[in-house]
């Protein structure tokens, strides 16, 4: 079956680097999308990609069945929810549960 | 910035009834999706839409659900007769293309953009 794993909660300090991991058991899914998400607003697009890239503070791995999502610097402002997702071909997006993350100052 | 717009926040309804969701996806986009995230769990995908017809769906997506684009801006969802089960967070999205080839050649990823959802309370 089709799904996206990743952890329920992640805890970190202000000013570290925090990660953010995610695998999934997808047919045919060769990119990684990571979001943001603070209830009550669209989920936003942090980075994206078949490869590791960066976007600001927001830095992605990449392999073929797993990818973190590194936030640089974390700030309490950071604390929300964190969605990864795969897509297969190029109609549907498979999502993880969400990672709480909080932070500390 | 272009964002895509969703009403109403919040929709409470009997179950049995009709409800229409509304989105105005962003307007140089061609697919056109609905998800729904029930309280606590995963967002799931429910259908996706393009060239004015259903591209693909999920086993969720019954003859309860319907989708329509009745103008050049509305993307709407239907359900028919809401259950309770029906209740969840329904987030509509937009890309500006779907087109995806595989690796090792060129690689295009639909990046989806979602609207804030509608929070849907069948009582």
């Known amino acids: 079956k089709d799904q996206v794993f990743q952890p329920s909660t992640v805890a970190s300090s202000e000013g570290a680097v925090v990660e953010i991991f995610c695998n999934h058991s997808v047919s045919n899914a060769y990119n990684f999308f990571w979001y943001l998400h603070f209830p009550g607003c669209a989920p936003r697009l942090l980075v994206k990609g078949s490869k590791p890239s960066q976007q600001g503070r927001y830095n992605m791995t990449y392999e073929r069945f797993s990818s973190s999502l590194l936030i640089l610097q974390v700030r309490e402002a950071d604390a929300a929810v964190y969605y990864c997702a795969c897509n297969t071909g190029f109609q549907k997006l498979v999502f993880g549960t969400g990672t709480r993350l909080l932070v500390s100052p | 910035e272009p964002e895509v717009t969703q009403t109403p926040s919040h929709q409470v309804t009997q179950m049995g009834q009709e409800v229409i969701l509304r989105c105005v996806p962003i307007?140089?986009?061609?697919?056109f999706y609905w998800y729904r995230q029930i309280l606590g769990q995963k967002v799931e995908f429910l259908v996706s839409f393009y060239n004015n017809e259903i591209s693909e769906k999920s086993e969720i997506f019954d003859d309860q659900f319907s989708v329509e684009r009745p103008d050049g801006s509305n993307f709407t969802l239907k359900i028919r007769s809401t259950k309770l089960e029906d209740s969840a967070m329904y987030f509509c999205?937009?890309?500006?293309?779907?087109?995806?080839?595989?690796?090792?050649?060129?690689?295009?990823?639909?990046?989806?953009?979602f609207g804030p959802g509608t929070r849907l309370t069948v009582l």
């Open positions: 999205a937009s890309s500006p293309s779907g087109r995806m080839d595989t690796k090792p050649t060129i690689t295009l990823y639909n990046e989806q953009f």
């Open positions: 307007s140089n986009h061609l697919y």
